[in-house]
């Protein structure tokens, strides 16, 4: 993703939690308006995936509970013409006004083109390709940076570790997807320098089958805990579990999934931008075009510890999320890369909204993988 599309009535949340949070960046605490506004949601698939479409539902869930509101969704509608046609039902039947189209693929050209269509309508997708210079200025973004959740992963990871071997299941290698694998390892030495991570691609956003296989792969050569960035890590989680394999989730929580060895997960919170867009519209209050956060802001948090953290890594892992609320960066020097070459420089640092983070090419040291 890329924050080049952030624009003058972009908005960065505002730090604590909550109510709090909507406060502190100057959103109302209750709905004012007589009558209901209505809130379409629209997921890619099911909404009890154990990923990424339920990130999006538990937070639907929250939204219901603001006055004043009401909630349309919509479940497995893929990314074709079909999204269109749901939004102007949404729109024409329902009297929707601010639809959340949850998938990538939605945004380009189908809401583009519902947003020229109906100006009266806000909608919002959950990345940052919105752009002042060529899309309409009732459309906009959203976006949790999950790789600070992941830094927290990886800390939890590696004291988590007996072995100092652990793996790592990812999609693809683009450069969101890399920075979490990054963000991941340097969490992992921060408090196990000898770790090691094990990388292997998968190839797209949803291969059950695949990923089992890297599961099973990563148990086999010794690993004895894995993490993942896949829409749904449902089956690697599953799949850990039963090889007796320490587990870490991502999207949403997958601690039920694995009683004994699950040890924390990143989530997103986007509650924080559902409750707070629709408060904002309810009291006739425009809505920004962008609005992107981490922990500072609100918009990430950490499952609750699973029984394969041990006592050390649950203390460093709060520690962890305490010194990122803070500001504190992730990417410290002196930082190479696994080929050797200089990322960050010694008595440097990267903040952890840094534009360079949006172009990740590179893995950092300590990680056995390519991303060619």
Not at 287 to 297: E, F, M, Q
Not at 355 to 364: K, M
Request: proline share 5%.
């Amino acid at each position: 993703m890329t924050a080049a599309g952030i624009s003058r009535r972009s908005l960065v949340l505002g730090a604590t939690t909550g109510a709090a949070a909507l406060a502190s960046a100057g959103w109302p605490g209750t709905a004012g308006a007589a009558d209901k506004l209505v809130v379409g949601v629209i997921y890619v698939g099911t909404r009890g995936d154990f990923g990424w479409n339920q990130s999006h539902a538990t937070a639907v869930e929250a939204l219901k509970t603001v006055p004043g509101v009401s909630v349309v969704e919509e479940e497995n509608v893929p990314e074709t013409l079909a999204v269109a046609n749901t939004m102007k039902s949404m729109i024409e039947l329902d009297g929707a006004k601010l639809i959340f189209g949850t998938s990538f693929g939605y945004f380009n050209p189908f809401m583009v083109d519902i947003a020229r269509q109906y100006p009266d309508v806000q909608l919002r997708h959950p990345t940052t390709l919105w752009s002042a210079d060529k899309h309409p200025a009732n459309l906009g973004g959203y976006f949790a940076y999950m790789d600070q959740a992941h830094y927290v992963n990886g800390v939890a990871a590696g004291l988590s570790s007996k072995t100092g071997k652990i793996g790592y299941v990812a999609a693809k290698p683009i450069s969101l997807v890399l920075r979490t694998i990054n963000s991941f390892m340097l969490g992992v030495r921060k408090g196990n320098p000898g770790a090691t991570v094990k990388l292997i691609f998968t190839g797209d956003w949803s291969l059950p089958v695949r990923e089992a296989e890297a599961a099973n792969a990563l148990a086999s050569a010794g690993c004895d805990v894995v993490a993942c960035h896949v829409d749904s890590p449902k089956v690697i989680v599953e799949t850990l579990e039963r090889r007796g394999v320490k587990s870490c989730g991502h999207n949403t929580s997958q601690a039920a999934l694995a009683p004994k060895g699950f040890i924390t997960g990143a989530e997103t919170k986007y509650e924080t931008i559902y409750k707070g867009f629709a408060e904002l519209l309810a009291r006739g209050e425009p809505l920004p075009n962008v609005a992107i956060g981490g922990y500072d802001k609100d918009m990430v948090t950490s499952t609750p510890f699973g029984a394969g953290a041990s006592e050390e890594a649950r203390r460093a892992a709060t520690e962890a999320i305490a010194a990122l609320r803070a500001g504190q960066p992730m990417f410290a020097g002196p930082i190479r890369d696994n080929k050797g070459n200089v990322i960050v420089a010694p008595g440097s640092a990267l903040g952890n909204y840094a534009p360079e983070l949006e172009t990740a090419n590179y893995l950092v040291e300590g990680i056995e993988g390519s991303v060619t």
